[in-house]
């Protein structure tokens, strides 16, 4: 190519280069206001969940034109007292008494919550809707728990409804299980003591009391408010009982039913279980009162063993004595002692020592050979003490 069009095409390059300059340079500039939409980064952003919850209010709310006006009769609500486990329910009436339809949506819950009366997803004038609140609480106590409502009324864009009140027990069974009475003593009938109440009700009635046995009597008399206030009920009823145990010794299983005016609970029943250990019991290591067995275990042909048994006698007109006893094997020896006891003691302790001498004969004394004491006494309701006894002596 010849120097004279290499220069022509250089020419055109640069002319075309400097149009291309002088046409950016010219252009309008686009300036945008500092805190628009468009370049805000803090702006928050409304993404709902898929219940339809939004963290921030999806509508515009403007003081230009006709407006929606929101008219709430309360933003709290307070139902009082509730049965823990019960679920409750609220409604939250919202109306509109602006000029323009008023738009409503879900901010964050609480508890389950439903909007209701909406047409066309909009409160139109002189229109109502439903805020409708439903909650289950699992724990005794205050409790409160609420809803959010975002809207287009730009003098209340977001409504802050709330339920609140204290959850208490409908019922309070004392005993829950029923009574157990351990060693009832005979003689002398054992009290017996409870409660029903109700954090709910002011009031309810026990309309009557039946035992299963004459030897149970029961009678019910309205809490003292003190007692009330500590169960932070608002009635019940003392329960006050008494048993009278048989002679015999062994267990027992009474019923108390209490029928009450309390739709729920008509008829409580509580079960009244327990022993009567007659008028001895013996306490000793390897001693099993069902079968009146005392286990020595291995015992050694050489050392012997010694072991002592403590037992608890009703107490009558005389001391205890042993008139007569029967051993068996019969190398085995027995001591029976009286300790020092109270005149008003309920039981009176004495002490039984019961040796194996060493060098006693090697054996095994288990099962239909089993060894055994049978003692005499002068006690009116005790005219043998029997002890059964297993050993190995090697």
Known sequence: MKIAQVAAVMFTLLLSLGIVLWLAGSAPTTVREKGTEE???DAPIDTPTEEGVHNVNPFTPTTEGPQPKVVIEALVHDFGVMALGQTGTHNFVIRNEGEAPLKLAKGQVQCKCTVSGLQDEEVPVGGEAKIHLEWTPKSMGPFGQGAVIWTNDPANEKLELRVEGEM???ININPENGWILANVPSGRPTKIGGGISTGLHDSFE???IETTSDRLTFTSKPMLPEDLAAQ???SGYELIG????PDEAGKFRETV???TSLDKYAKIVFNVTGSRTGPIAIIAS???????LLNLGRVSEKDGKKHRL???????DEELKILESQIQPDFITVDFQAAKNSETASRHRYTLNIEVPPGSPAGVWRKDSQGKIVLTTNHPKLKEIIINLEMVIQ
Request: hydrophobic share 35%.
């Open 232 to 234: 932070n009920a608002k």
């Open 310 to 316: 403590t037992m608890m006698v009703e107490p009558f």
């Open 257 to 259: 039913t209490v029928k």
């Open 168 to 170: 208490v027990s409908e």
């Open 206 to 208: 026990i309309t009557s």
């Open 242 to 245: 008494e048993y009278n145990p």
């Open 39 to 41: 370049n805000a980064p």
């Open 286 to 292: 390897g001693w099993i009162a069902g079968k009146r």
